[in-house]
């Protein structure tokens, strides 16, 4: 027990190896140098802590495996020496179990190294575990992830992807770390393009092309509608009379659009099928419809809303926020987009009891998030909310990717076009397969490469799509890792068939005689504070860089460890397979939090 009366970990770290040392961090700090001094001390080590900037990773094996370098600025505050500090610190350090001896460096950094016997036997444990040690966090939110969210009546185009693949990797990983996640697509299915699809239809509409190619043919008609209503007022003012009908619940309008949704539905259920993409609800815009009215007038009477030049707008006026009021009503009475917002976000907080609201979209909408969670907040709905906003796709050459002649890519010829691309390298390394079967790997490995590009990237700045970049099996890509994964495999397979042995980790301790195995091993342990840190961040491009260190630190250890050769001994080769073991199954479920397919060939 410290002296803030706050446990220390001693056994038990639920996998969060950086958690765990940061801890013993903190309460070493308060202990030395908390005593008696101003409150400025025990704030600045609890605001050093909440930011996780206690400890860094060291980049170098020299200098330890963490660094303490939160003393350099404690030391101003308490005006003392900083080695002096640090030498402190290191007598009131708990490293017992976990730590060798910490040493000071320079001018008052703190170098801490593991004891390699306690990661040794930690691996050893987590090897045997379901969860690789990862428990649970301790305690778990109700989370709304918005995601993918297309306006239907249009065909998946590439403009879909990143917020589908993007939002389906943070479901997962939220659902893995133990949070109660509903990953919702709030499809645009009430829109203005309705008023457009049904002008066009009853204007004129083709049953056959219709019943042969169903979004092929809403798609002609909407593109007709449109230009027919740029070309024409008249025409224009046509549409909005049959958006208006629909809302006002005209049952043949009514009809019609269900028939259009399903179509669109139909055909987006085939793409996210191929994104191997699933989602908890399909709430969309119309599901709100019933409730806005109500929500204008609640509003208006909290006075949180106000009447201005016959609309209802909101004027918030917090630093950042757009000049424009939020608007929730038009002068004609039509609800807008952010009308429909706020009725979504009632629900979520008082239907399910959502405690954090994620939406994942475009960063062109950012300004709509700033005001919508500036209104909830102004409205007193308090939640943690979050816009994961996120840049463009543009082509190889920097501009809008778009197909040759300059049309919208769709994203199942997107897909199709991964796999025809890797198809041939499956072929070559796999000739003996039958063809369905290097196809199924093939369509695997492409949409694997295509998702992977997109959760790789910083998110907010837009990416150069590029095939050859993204297939290369070496580099920071799906592939890679998936190859990763499979070389794994083939050292199992390779040791059943030549030496009769079928692996099974047992919980012993894991042997760190290389500096390739110690890495490792850290690495392998560090896997549960990157769940964290990515969840905490809701960044996926964290994750990614994590499984390909572990792959890149993998092939080192594979180079230079042999396993399998006759010269090793029995424990050895034992505690080599356990790590092979671990790097596949971290790699197994990291992937499977990003959703990227795993393959057990290539
Ligand atoms: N349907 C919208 C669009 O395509 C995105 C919706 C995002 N989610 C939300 N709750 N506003 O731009």
Request: with cysteine; aromatic share 8%.
């Amino acid at each position: 027990m410290a002296s803030d009366g706050t446990k220390t970990t001693e056994g038990a770290i639920g996998g969060r190896l950086g958690e765990a040392l940061s801890e013993r961090v903190r309460v070493a700090m308060l202990d030395a140098f908390a005593q008696g001094a101003a409150p400025e001390v025990e704030a600045a080590v609890h605001a050093a802590n909440a930011g996780g900037q206690l400890i860094k990773p060291t980049s170098d094996a020299r200098f330890g495996d963490y660094q303490v370098n939160a003393i350099l600025p404690l030391a101003k505050l308490l005006k003392g020496n900083p080695r002096a500090l640090a030498q402190r610190f290191v007598e009131v350090f708990d490293s017992r179990g976990m730590c060798l001896a910490p040493e000071i460096a320079g001018p008052g950094f703190v170098n801490l190294r593991l004891d390699p016997s306690w990661l040794a036997a930690e691996l050893g444990r987590a090897a045997t575990d379901a969860r690789l040690g990862v428990a649970p966090v301790a305690q778990p939110q109700r989370v709304i992830v918005d995601f993918s969210s297309p306006n239907v009546a249009k065909r998946m185009h590439v403009g879909h992807l990143r917020s589908t693949v993007i939002g389906d990797a943070l479901v997962r990983t939220l659902k893995f770390l133990g949070h109660a996640v509903v990953g919702d697509n709030h499809i645009g299915d009430w829109g203005t393009q309705f008023g457009i699809l049904l002008w066009a239809w009853k204007r004129g509409h083709d049953e056959a092309a219709l019943n042969a190619d169903p979004i092929g043919e809403l798609e002609r008609l909407y593109k007709e509608g449109t230009a027919a209503m740029k070309a024409d007022v008249e025409i224009a003012n046509a549409c909005r009379a049959e958006l208006a009908k629909l809302q006002a619940g005209d049952a043949e309008n009514k009809a019609l659009w269900e028939r259009f949704v399903a179509v669109s539905r139909a055909e987006a259920e085939r793409v996210y099928a191929r994104l191997e993409v699933t989602f908890d609800s399909w709430h969309g815009e119309s599901f709100y419809n019933d409730r806005l009215p109500g929500l204008v007038e609640e509003l208006r009477a909290k006075g949180v809303a106000t009447e201005s030049e016959g609309a209802i707008c909101i004027f918030l006026d917090e630093p950042g926020l757009p000049t424009t009021p939020f608007i929730i009503r038009k002068s004609d009475g039509a609800f807008l987009y952010a009308t429909t917002d706020l009725a979504t976000v009632e629900y979520r907080r008082e239907t399910l009891h959502a405690e954090r609201l994620v939406y994942v979209v475009d960063v062109r909408q950012s300004d709509h998030f700033r005001q919508l969670f500036a209104t909830c907040k102004k409205i007193g709905w308090d939640a943690d909310f979050v816009h994961v906003g996120f840049g463009m796709m543009l082509g190889a050459d920097g501009r809008p990717f778009k197909t040759r002649d300059g049309g919208v890519v769709r994203l199942d010829q997107l897909l199709d076009e991964a796999e025809e691309r890797i198809l041939p390298v499956v072929r070559e390394k796999w000739p003996e397969a039958t063809e369905a079967a290097q196809r199924l790997i093939a369509s695997k490995v492409g949409a694997g490469a295509v998702k992977y590009a997109d959760l790789a990237q910083n998110l907010a700045t837009d990416y150069k799509f590029d095939w050859d970049k993204l297939l290369a099996a070496d580099g920071n890509t799906g592939p890679y890792l998936q190859y990763a994964l499979v070389r794994c495999l083939s050292i199992f397979r390779e040791a059943e068939n030549r030496l009769g042995l079928v692996f099974a980790p047992d919980g012993t301790a894991l042997l760190l005689g290389t500096d390739e195995e110690k890495a490792l091993a850290l690495e392998l342990a560090r896997f549960g504070d990157t769940l964290d840190r990515m969840g905490a961040q809701l960044l996926p491009h964290i994750l990614c860089e994590y499984l390909f260190a572990l792959a890149r630190l993998f092939s080192a250890f594979y180079a230079k460890c042999p396993i399998l050769a006759s010269n090793i001994d029995a424990a050895t080769r034992h505690s080599r397979l356990t790590l092979t073991h671990l790097v596949w199954r971290t790699l197994e479920t990291g992937l499977s939090c990003l959703n990227i397919p795993r393959v057990t060939r290539m």
